[in-house]
């Protein structure tokens, strides 16, 4: 039988126990976190360093092999799988990197080290990173710059754009481009860290990046609030955005999604009622001045914080200095907002956690039905209660079975569509189209909702495979047109991740 001259060539380069044909093994590389998405590909490459990385970008570009990078494998829209044929490259080998610089407030990072490794470390220097996700215990560092992934804390921190001050990268000629000093101001030039977020390697092998740290929260607080519609809970959201300096962190739940979560994981029901609309909101301190304490005096039904009541007067304009404890200043908060129906308040760190599971559980939660249709939007504040009330009857104008479940983070305009129960079953489809008919019909009514309110198609997640074809429906022939000249520059033989982000061409 003969042998592939692309990978015993590879073999040569980095060595055989670094290029992984064994279909057992390649067998974990071919899908995405949701099973939705499935490839193939004759082998997976794991080099351990930059100048392995580009010695396989090189070889491929000279032998015109298609090579699709990967980190921790928890993309949703097949941004990391081959869909055809595609050599993998994967990144999760570049996980020894990790050293922070806590004068600076600066760390460097290896592509594949976890994002709860960086925030342990993080940590351990009195820090943090700003960028936090549910799936912190297997997304990669370099993932989350390839797809300029958001997360719970977008709202204080920004997106993984926001953190970068320096980058190391293998371009498509195999050339690497390395500037990883993390000087605060160096306007010399192209800023390529924030070129290579959210190109989801189509660009360039991004190997190690150099971040911002932010101050650690010394104390937070935590509410879940119920309302009476998703408009008074985005009209609360954007109200406590506007006054309260402190907020962290504003995600919005429906009722559905909340039962669900509480059958499926086992949880106690967090307020006394039911409620169409909720919030998640919270505030956090620095300074570790305002640990502890607790509020008294009740100002809304059903509310509890802890033992006490929710009480309070408006929402405070300045710093959490002398004023009140961050549960008290939360507490002042809520009860000045209008629509709270009902409010649970923590400030303790189990009593934080246990509020945050409600938010964080939905995606498991709904994946107990099988593979959903995902899709990632975010609308303009005015028009994001009418879109969420409109979804659900629109996907069931082509799926009568299905079932729509959003959630989101609703101070950005963020929502998350998930949808259950349409053609393809809630299996895992075990192609890499990613999709039926019924779900592209869904996906069109969804995204063309989402279009014509002057959203995008993609918040966090990228575009991907999933979404390369609605593309046009946020960037103009002229945006495509430029996107494709920048990746002949980058990647002149188009081997990098070739069949994601920009749609087919014409």
């Not at 220097?125 to 936090?132: P, Q």
């Not at 962290?248 to 029901?269: D, F, K, T, Y």
């Amino acid at each position: 039988m003969a042998r592939d001259p692309v990978l015993e060539t590879l073999r040569d380069a980095i060595g055989d126990t670094r290029v992984l044909t064994d279909p057992a093994i390649v067998a974990g590389y071919v899908g995405d976190w949701t099973g939705r998405f499935v490839g193939r590909t004759a082998a997976v490459v794991r080099p351990v360093s930059t100048a392995g990385v580009a010695a396989v970008v090189e070889i491929c570009a000279r032998y015109g092999t298609p090579l699709v990078p990967q980190g921790g494998n928890t993309g949703l829209v097949g941004g990391g799988v081959p869909t055809r044929g595609e050599i993998v490259l994967s990144l999760r080998g570049f996980s020894d990197t990790l050293s922070v610089d806590a004068a600076a407030a600066q760390a460097t990072v290896g592509a594949g080290v976890l994002v709860s490794s960086l925030h342990r470390a993080a940590s351990a220097a009195g820090l943090a990173y700003g960028v936090d996700l549910a799936s912190r215990d297997s997304a990669t560092v370099g993932g989350t710059v390839a797809t300029n992934a958001g997360g719970l804390r977008v709202l204080r921190h920004g997106d993984t754009r926001t953190q970068l001050l320096g980058v190391e990268a293998v371009l498509g000629d195999g050339s690497v481009v390395s500037h990883l000093a993390g000087l605060p101001r160096d306007n010399t030039g192209y800023h390529l860290p924030s070129l290579l977020a959210g190109s989801e390697g189509t660009l360039g092998v991004v190997t190690a990046v150099r971040v911002r740290l932010v101050p650690a929260t010394r104390a937070r607080a935590v509410g879940l609030l119920g309302f009476a519609s998703v408009e008074r809970a985005v009209t609360a959201a954007s109200q406590l955005r506007n006054g309260l300096p402190a907020l962290a962190a504003a995600e919005l739940m429906l009722s559905p999604g909340l039962e669900l979560v509480i059958h499926a994981c086992h949880l106690s029901r967090p307020l006394r009622g039911r409620h169409p609309a909720y919030l998640l909101v919270e505030i956090a301190d620095e300074t570790g001045v305002y640990a502890g304490g607790g509020v008294t005096a009740g100002g809304i039904p059903g509310s509890t914080v802890g033992d006490a009541g929710v009480g309070g007067a408006g929402i405070g304009g300045g710093s959490l200095v002398g004023r009140a404890t961050v549960l008290e200043t939360l507490a002042d908060a809520v009860a000045s907002l209008p629509g709270v129906q009902d409010a649970s308040l923590a400030g303790d760190a189990r009593g934080c956690r246990a509020l945050w599971a409600y938010r964080e559980r939905h995606t498991e939660s709904i994946n107990t039905f099988g593979t959903p249709v995902k899709m990632d939007v975010t609308l303009p504040l005015g028009v994001l209660p009418s879109f969420v009330e409109t979804v659900p009857a629109s996907v069931a104008g082509i799926a009568p079975e299905a079932r729509t479940w959003l959630f989101g983070h609703v101070a950005e305009g963020n929502v998350h569509v998930n949808v259950t129960g349409t053609g393809s079953g809630g299996r895992s489809r075990g192609r890499s189209t990613g999709g039926d008919a019924e779900d592209r019909r869904i996906e069109d009514a969804v995204f063309g909702l989402v279009a014509d309110n002057g959203g995008s198609i993609s918040t966090e997640h990228g575009i991907g495979t999933a979404k390369r074809r609605w593309l046009p429906l946020n960037r103009s022939p002229s945006e495509i047109a430029a996107f494709r000249r920048l990746k002949q520059a980058l990647d002149p033989a188009g081997i990098l991740n070739p069949n994601v982000l920009l749609p087919a061409a014409p």
